[in-house]
């Protein structure tokens, strides 16, 4: 079945940096649109990062634009979300989201990593 697991978050002082890892399995990743999403506590879960087939187009909102870089490795399965300039409001539980364009249309969600900036 599709899985994708997430990971790489954790405690960082603002400033800092970490990457982001997801592993997908289940289904054929060069066929999905990857996208990493945040959920801080008590707001709607937002889009920070998405990235095409083959990684030759990215978007981004502006609160991250310049600080987040999203890319993906088609032979490992993998798409990465790099974190740099990290604010106190970077803070949230972020995820990972496939959508596939294979014939079968589905959408999936990772687990989540927490990220925390603090001092």
């Known amino acids: 079945q599709v899985q994708l697991v997430e990971s790489g978050g954790g405690l960082v002082q603002p400033g800092g940096s970490l990457r982001l890892s997801c592993v997908a399995s289940g289904f054929t990743f060069s066929t999905a649109m990857m996208r990493w999403y945040r959920q801080a506590p008590g707001k709607e879960r937002e889009q920070v990062a998405f990235?095409?087939?083959?990684?030759?187009?990215?978007e981004y909102p502006d609160a991250v634009q310049g600080r987040f870089t999203i890319s993906r490795d088609n032979e490992k399965n993998t798409v990465y979300l790099q974190l740099n300039s990290l604010k106190l409001e970077d803070t949230a539980i972020y995820y990972c989201n496939a959508r596939l364009y294979d014939g079968s249309g589905g959408t999936y969600w990772g687990q989540g990593t927490q990220v925390t900036v603090s001092s």
């Open positions: 990235i095409s087939f083959t990684g030759a187009r990215t």
